[in-house]
C-alpha cells in the first residue's frame, strides 16, 4: 500500500480553531485540518508553512508539534504530521476548500471531520484538558 506524507496546521485564533471542507477528490465535503503533501527534502514544519501560504495566502508561526497520526484509507496509508500553529500575517484567500469554520475549542465535533483528523482532534482535546 502507498504511504502519503502530509503536514497539517492547526491553526488557533482567538481561542478557536480553524477547519476546513475539502472542495474536491475522493474525500470532497469531509472536514480536516489544512495543509498538504510533503515534497521531497521537505521537514513536516517547512512543508506546513509553505502549504498554508499556497492554499489560504496566510503565513503561520510559533509551530508546536502536536502528533503524527498513522491512518489506512482503502487506498493508501496516511502519515500526517500534526503542529498547532497562529496566524503570523496575511489574511485569508481560500484556493483549496469549499468552506472553512472557527470551531470552539469546546465545540471541535461540530463538523464532519474525516477520519484520519478525527484522530487529530482526539489529541488536539487531551492538550486542550491538559
Not at 469531509?30 to 506546513?48: C, D, R, S, Y
Amino acid at each position: 500500500m502507498k504511504t502519503i506524507n502530509v503536514a497539517a496546521a492547526i491553526i488557533q485564533k482567538d481561542g478557536k480553531i480553524l477547519s476546513c471542507q475539502r472542495g474536491y477528490g475522493e474525500f470532497k465535503d469531509g472536514w480536516e485540518f489544512p495543509g498538504g503533501k510533503l515534497e521531497p527534502g521537505e521537514t513536516g514544519e517547512q512543508a506546513i508553512v509553505r502549504e498554508i501560504e499556497e492554499e489560504l495566502e496566510v503565513t503561520i508561526g510559533n509551530l508546536e508539534y502536536l502528533c503524527t497520526v498513522e491512518h489506512d484509507y482503502e487506498t493508501f496509508h496516511l502519515s500526517m504530521q500534526c503542529y498547532l500553529a497562529s496566524i503570523i500575517s496575511g489574511k485569508f484567500v481560500e484556493h483549496a476548500h469549499e468552506d472553512m469554520k472557527w470551531l470552539e475549542t469546546d465545540n471541535l465535533w461540530a463538523v464532519d471531520w474525516l477520519p484520519a483528523d478525527i484522530k487529530v482532534v482526539k489529541e488536539l482535546e487531551k492538550k486542550i484538558n491538559a
